[in-house]
């Protein structure tokens, strides 16, 4: 189940950029190095943590079609990973380079 704003648009000549809370077991099973590993492969740009509650947080950007593969594969995460859902809203893009682990 995804929540938040799921708005398909781009803006006219810059990337798309979503901010994202991953529910589940997402701690403790490489969740975040995976989403580096990924998101290079992918070409978005961003940065992920892990947060006191035991979810997730982070922030994609680039090109729309990158964005949405990127989330979909999110949803199945790494093997010991066990996603329940992803809260997802659009976002501002900061024009970011790289994907980063904070």
Do not use: Y
């Not at 949803?75 to 790289?98: C, K």
């Amino acid at each position: 189940m995804v929540a938040g704003n799921m708005a398909r648009r781009s803006r006219p000549g810059g990337p798309t950029a979503r901010h994202l809370i991953i529910h589940g077991r997402v701690q403790g099973v490489f969740f975040r190095d995976w989403t580096v590993d990924t998101a290079a492969s992918l070409g978005v740009s961003g940065w992920v943590r892990n947060l006191p509650d035991g979810t997730v947080e982070a922030h994609l950007e680039g090109e729309l079609h990158n964005v949405d593969r990127m989330i979909a594969a999110l949803h199945d995460g790494p093997p010991r990973a066990q996603v329940e859902r992803i809260e997802q809203r659009d976002i501002a893009a900061e024009r970011l380079s790289g994907f980063k682990r904070c």
